[in-house]
């Protein structure tokens, strides 16, 4: 996985940077001292055998190695920062193509679902039923009236993402419902920001709601509000409890074992902290499991 790998990388040129400084302060504490000690230390110190001999050349050592130390430094902030930038450009990469992907299967499930309405519309007018083939079509109506109200000019990668994940969740007999409350033209969020976040927790809810089918209530709600200039993402799933609402949002923490990568819900918080937002969470074990994101 290229993102899991460049953050592992990123991970191990921080730790290199830490190591690199503080080897680079102990050099220069060490030449400043040796370059300030009077000359009765120094003598007491070489009598001891503690210092060597050869005091000039060991401080010029001590100002070359800080020197190196430094350069060695600036390299490896360099090589972060070039990193950072790589792993920005992948993540970006990854939600245009996601988002063409999901834009692919929406229309291969909008024609198949075409289809079989139209099969069961003209079914009811042969049999003589038109009452029945109008109900049909109210009904059809009413349940495709909440994805009309979000289809947001501005938002078309929000859009894609809730027709896809809404297919996706009745291929495991789960309902999907979302409502826009309030316009949404004036975001401060970015939108790839805001669909990395539904993305990572409409997944999960559908994942622990598709290995749970005993579950009694099968139900995914999504709720955005633009209200006093604030954003307010809401995601709730009766069908999962978390016991420990705090550790998943850690690095590497993952319930779907080999297949989890330990790394959603922790971009998510990540996200919401570069707007200076809040995550609140929820967890019950007959309510279900809501997420809250306020930004």
Known sequence: MPHYSQSKSRQTLTNLIVAVNILTCVCIVIAAWLLRMDDLTRN????AGLLMPKLPQAENLL????????????????RYNRLATLEQEYIKEKMLCETARNTIQLLRCHRHDFLNHMQVVLGYLQLGKPDAAQTYLLNLNQELQAIREINQPDLPGIVVLLYS?????????????FELRG???????REIDLTRIMANLVDNAIYE???N??????????????????????VAN??????????IF?????????????????????IVEKYNGQIYVESDETEGTSFTIVI
């Open 238 to 247: 009766t069908g999962s409890f978390i016991p420990d609402t705090a550790a």
């Open 250 to 270: 850690k690095y590497g923490f993952t319930t779907k074992g080999e297949r989890g990568s330990g790394i959603g819900l922790y971009n998510v918080k990540k």
């Open 63 to 78: 100002l070359l190695l800080s020197s190196v130390l430094v350069l060695t430094s600036i390299y490896f902030f360099c």
């Open 213 to 234: 089918p005993s579950a009694a209530s099968r139900l995914i709600n999504i709720i955005l509000e633009y209200i006093n200039n604030r954003l307010y993402l809401t």
């Open 165 to 177: 994940k809404q297919q996706e969740a009745q291929r495991h007999n789960i309902r999907l419902t």
């Open 209 to 211: 709601l598709a290995r």
């Open 44 to 47: 007491s110190l070489l009598a």
């Open 183 to 189: 316009s949404l033209n004036h975001l401060q969020v």
